[in-house]
């Protein structure tokens, strides 16, 4: 799977071979975005996918995922989520809860 994100003006990649399953692609997509996050970061944060899991909720899906990490000496503990309508959302939404746990912890260092 491959995750490509553009952060001013500069396009990171993510590239990771998992199953060819629904929950495989989930997680590919998940990690990759990670991976691509953490290009972005330069080497200033350490966080690892603990999972990833697409849950049946209102006639859609909510897709959750859960990392944890480091940087500066502090750990850090991250929950993002992201929803889609069917099946077919189910890896772009993978790939947004990557985005939606790192948000906060990307801004502060990213920033600077």
Do not use: H
């Not at 491959?2 to 993510?14: D, F, I, N, S, Y």
């Not at 989520?81 to 099946?87: G, H, I, L």
């Amino acid at each position: 799977m491959a995750v490509r994100l553009e952060w001013r003006g500069t396009m990171l990649q993510g590239l990771v071979q998992g199953a060819d399953t629904e929950y495989g692609r989930m997680r590919s997509a998940a990690a990759a975005t990670l991976e691509a996050v953490l290009a972005a970061a330069g080497g200033r944060i350490d966080l690892e996918l603990m999972g990833v899991k697409a849950v049946r909720a209102f006639d859609g899906w909510v897709v959750v995922a859960r990392l944890q990490g480091a940087a500066e000496g502090r750990p850090y503990r991250l929950l993002g989520s992201a929803s889609c309508e069917n099946d077919d959302g189910l890896i772009r939404a993978a790939a947004l809860t990557v985005l939606d746990a790192t948000n906060r912890l990307m801004e502060r260092f990213l920033a600077s």
